[in-house]
């Protein structure tokens, strides 16, 4: 599957006894015709999600000249058969699912934040991203989960 989930951005997911040289190229071909991002000047640019320890989509990418833009991405996994420990919110806090569509603005800003705490609020670019996430197709609102803060906030 080729998954767009902002502009300019491509995940190829490909079931492990299924890749191929063949598969990654013609997805990654895909990818660039139909979801590269254009800029005002023109320039086209398209990000590609590939884990470090991924030799042959790695090789593909830097063979078409692509290169790593420098922003660590983090993947983190567990057992699915290890128990789930007990972790209570802080007191005064709340966990829920995401809300509706109004909800989105202050879900998108949260985001943003988190990963780019080090920059002025003029530089975010709105919350409308969000969107495409909630678009991929294992995506479920009921586990896109919120902290409320005791004032509501």
Do not use: C
């Given at each position: 599957m080729l998954q767009p989930e902002d502009p300019g951005h491509a995940f190829l997911q490909v079931h492990p006894a299924a890749r191929t040289p063949g598969l990654e190229q013609e997805?990654?071909?895909?990818?660039?015709?139909?979801?590269?991002?254009?800029?005002?000047?023109?320039?086209?640019?398209?990000?590609?999600?590939?884990?470090?320890?991924?030799?042959?989509?790695?090789?593909?990418l830097t063979r078409r000249g692509y290169t790593r833009d420098g922003n660590p991405e983090f993947q983190?996994?567990?057992?699915?058969?290890?128990?789930?420990?007990d972790a209570p919110p802080a007191d005064g806090y709340r966990v829920r699912?995401?809300?509706?569509?109004?909800?989105?603005?202050?879900?998108?800003?949260a985001s943003w934040r988190a990963f780019h705490p080090d920059e002025?609020?003029?530089?975010?670019?709105?919350?409308?991203?969000?969107?495409?996430?909630?678009?991929?197709?294992?995506?479920?609102?009921d586990l896109d989960i919120v902290a409320t803060a005791p004032g509501g906030e």
């Open positions: 997805m990654l071909k895909v990818a660039e015709e139909r979801l590269a991002h254009t800029a005002p000047d023109g320039r086209r640019s398209l990000h590609v999600w590939a884990n470090a320890d991924d030799p042959l989509r790695v090789d593909l983190r996994r567990r057992a699915m058969d290890a128990p789930i420990l699912a995401l809300g509706d569509r109004e909800e989105l603005p202050s879900r998108g800003y002025p609020d003029e530089r975010f670019r709105g919350w409308e991203w969000y969107l495409y996430v909630q678009r991929a197709p294992l995506y479920r609102r």
